[in-house]
């Protein structure tokens, strides 16, 4: 074992360890504001007609304007939402946003990154689109310990090819791009699946051969997809600030979930690191995990440099959040993987791979597809 592998295991076995251990100190901020949807009645829509094909390598440009973005306008709007069922057929729900006036910009909570850290990057004369940033960092799970234990275990499989996070009993939350293109749901979208690994001992085989056995998937149907408005027909650079779904299981499953948080300020989470585990496509029938800090923070996004390939997208980007209320550090949900983001800035050009944060208008819309009653969303 390399130096580079035993670094990753021991980091790995920390993963299991409770966080109450944790000699962190917690920090002082101010509680979240968190505004409340009211949804309207839904409206029928013509039945999809699952015409888009599915775009694992999902890559945008920004430039300085759009960075600093911090989607004021028309939020009413891009918080309204389908939903997809089962048989095809469609609704749209539009909603209001009450206390928005409170929110300006949905961004009070996020301090804006210094110019000096984006304008400071050495000059680059290639654009090198990168998806492994120097060694690879990561780090295939084996054997049941780690396959059926939390964290890893709340890591799934989507059908079209991407990877998603249990975030309830039967819910999982993923890519807006892997069910839809933006202008039409994905074909595989028509009979979606959700896959769970089952470890090769679980599934009958004999335990002195589990090393050279793969998992086997069990898929579980979808009854119900959920996708923003700001993803649907948007342009594409404001759509990745909108690039998650939420899909709901036929029946709940029985394994730990990991719960959502609004995203804190990169200062504010342990070691200021974030994790996710995924199905990388380079990898086919392994979940891959690995871990990084975070780079650069917009309103919307997560700029890290998490080594990934497609199929990782989907997956739920957490850290370790401070929770109050039992007073310990929690790994949550603060994110959803996306894709790679050109990043322009005075002609200068940054390659990042990019997570859609969790803000607190986006927390209180899932978790509203969640619970479906905006009263158990006033606040986690």
């Excluded at 390399?2 to 299991?16: G, I, K, N």
């Excluded at 769970?196 to 998992?215: D, E, H, Q, V, W």
């Excluded at 871990?291 to 989907?314: K, M, T, W």
Aim: aromatic content about 8%.
């Amino acid at each position: 074992m390399t130096p580079h592998e035993s670094f990753l295991r021991t980091h790995l076995l920390l993963q299991l360890l409770p966080l109450s251990l944790s000699v962190l100190h917690p920090p002082h901020h101010l509680p979240v504001h968190l505004p409340t949807l009211v949804p309207h009645t839904p409206t029928p829509l013509t039945r999809s007609r699952f015409s888009a094909q599915t775009q694992l390598d999902f890559t945008t440009h920004c430039n300085s304007s759009c960075f600093h973005r911090e989607q004021e306008d028309q939020l009413s709007e891009k918080l309204a939402f389908e939903t997809l069922y089962a048989d095809g057929s469609r609704t749209l729900t539009t909603v209001d946003v009450e206390d928005d006036d409170e929110l300006e910009g949905d961004a009070l909570h996020l301090r804006h990154p210094s110019p000096s850290r984006v304008l400071g990057w050495k000059r680059r004369h290639k654009r090198v689109r990168r998806q492994i940033y120097g060694a690879d960092g990561r780090f295939n799970i084996h054997g049941d310990n780690f396959l059926l234990d939390y964290p890893f275990s709340t890591a799934v499989r989507i059908s079209t090819g991407c990877t998603g996070v249990l975030v309830s009993q039967q819910h999982v939350l993923t890519a807006a791009h892997c069910v839809h293109d933006g202008k039409d749901y994905v074909n595989g979208a028509r009979k979606l699946r959700v896959g769970f690994l089952i470890p090769p001992s679980i599934n009958g085989t004999k335990t002195g051969l589990t090393s050279a056995k793969k998992p086997v998937v069990r898929w579980v149907r979808v009854k119900r997809t959920r996708v923003p408005k700001g993803w649907i027909q948007g342009p594409q650079e404001v759509s990745m600030d909108f690039d998650y779904a939420l899909l709901e299981l036929r029946w709940p499953h029985q394994r730990p979930f990991m719960r959502l948080s609004v995203a804190p300020s990169s200062d504010d989470l342990a070691g200021n690191r974030i994790h996710f585990s995924g199905f990388d496509s380079d990898r086919p029938g392994e979940l891959v995990y690995r871990f990084c800090p975070v780079e650069e923070e917009s309103s919307n996004l997560i700029y890290q440099h998490c080594d990934a390939r497609p199929g990782a997208s989907g997956s739920g980007v957490y850290g370790r959040v401070w929770d109050n209320s039992l007073e310990r550090w929690e790994r949550k949900v603060i994110g959803i993987f996306s894709g790679h983001q050109w990043l322009e800035i005075d002609g200068e050009n940054r390659d990042y791979n990019v997570a859609v944060r969790i803000t607190p208008l986006k927390f209180a819309q899932i978790c509203y597809w969640v619970h479906g009653n905006r009263l158990d969303c006033v606040q986690d």
